[in-house]
């Protein structure tokens, strides 16, 4: 590991000041730098700010600061009651000790898991921009089957950011030029020519909280399904947020993970169901333009049947069918 400069931020107007790379958890930031994939010149530790709360909002959302630890967000009364899909999601994801020490806002800006990635003997565009990529006719079985681009076909890891997804999250940040919010969605950029470039944050902007509205579906799940029972990232999970009344399907929000390149939401999709009844046919017409424009790329092939399976078993539990 490289040398670096070391600082505590005090206050959260002060973190952003400082030119460097926020830690906090640092369940994946230490990683990178032990393996020589980041080498940060100074690290501005931000885990001692007052950002580690959970808050009820006027409109029946919730405001949770970026530094709640995943366990704790996990366990939280109010998210067990009114956000299901993000507890599981979270329980899902990493193991127990990661998750007491992983925050909310690093969980979202996590990098993936792309083995190339970590290994600094292979090529990688985004580790190491314009030098090719090792999963594109390598070993890509856990690479993405949406989103890709030549350049990158690497899937965001995180569980959480997909359960925040369905539930219309917003990320509230602190720039040097104020504070903004921005939609989840918008949050993870695509791969396109640059993949080193994986978020619309810019540099020094750190995120201090994520709001959810009020959950608009009575019924929610996440379903993950991976290598092992735990402790194992997606191979494709689906969390869904969906509402049926009188016989007809009126909401329908659902976010996957392992598919993308990025936490994956399609509204045309979604669109398919509101208004129907649900059924088996119609849980197949959406899964044909969820996966229309899905390509695999060898290894990684598997995906595409699969993900049509468990949004289907997905469906049928959320809306009895
Ligand atoms: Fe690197 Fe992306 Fe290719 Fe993986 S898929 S080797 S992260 S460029």
């Known amino acids: 590991m490289k040398s670096f400069a070391y600082v505590r931020a005090q206050t959260v107007a002060d973190a952003v000041k400082v030119d460097g790379r926020f830690i906090a958890g640092g369940t994946n930031l230490i990683d990178l730098m032990k393996a020589g994939v980041e080498a940060p010149e100074t690290l501005v530790d931000i885990s001692r700010l007052h950002l580690a709360q959970v808050e009820e909002l006027p409109d029946g959302g919730l405001r949770i600061g970026a530094l709640v630890p995943n366990s704790d967000l996990a366990a939280h009364p109010l998210v067990i009651a009114r956000y299901p899909v993000l507890s599981r999601a979270l329980l899902a994801g990493a193991s127990g000790q990661l998750r007491n020490k992983a925050t909310a806002a690093g969980n979202l800006l996590q990098r993936t898991r792309c083995y190339y990635f970590y290994d600094t003997a292979t090529p990688c565009n985004k580790r190491e921009p314009g030098s090719g990529c090792a999963a594109m006719g390598g070993y890509n079985r856990i690479h993405a089957v949406l989103g890709g681009s030549e350049h990158c076909i690497a899937t965001h890891?995180?569980?959480?950011?997909?359960?925040?997804?369905a539930l219309d999250a917003t990320v509230v940040t602190l720039g040097r030029g104020g504070e903004r919010r921005l939609p989840l969605a918008q949050l993870h950029r695509?791969?396109?020519?640059?993949?080193?470039v994986e978020t619309m944050l810019e540099p020094g902007e750190l995120i201090v909280a994520t709001e959810l509205p009020a959950p608009a579906?009575?019924?929610?799940?996440?379903?993950?399904?991976?290598?092992?029972?735990s402790y194992a990232?997606?191979?494709v999970s689906v969390a869904g947020v969906v509402k049926v009344e009188g016989g007809r399907i009126t909401h329908a929000a659902l976010a996957f993970g392992g598919l993308g390149t990025v936490p994956w939401r399609d509204p045309a999709a979604e669109a398919v169901l509101v208004g129907q009844a649900p059924?088996?046919?119609?849980?197949?017409?959406?899964?044909d333009v969820l996966l229309g424009q899905a390509g695999g790329h060898g290894d990684n092939d598997f995906k595409i049947p699969l993900a049509r399976r468990v949004l289907i078993a997905t469906l049928r539990e959320l809306t009895d069918a």
């Open 157 to 165: 890891p995180s569980d959480m950011a997909v359960a925040m997804l």
């Open 217 to 229: 579906g009575s019924r929610q799940t996440y379903r993950k399904v991976r290598d092992r029972a």
């Open 233 to 235: 990232f997606a191979l």
């Open 190 to 196: 695509l791969p396109g020519e640059t993949p080193q």
């Open 279 to 287: 059924s088996d046919a119609l849980f197949a017409q959406a899964a």
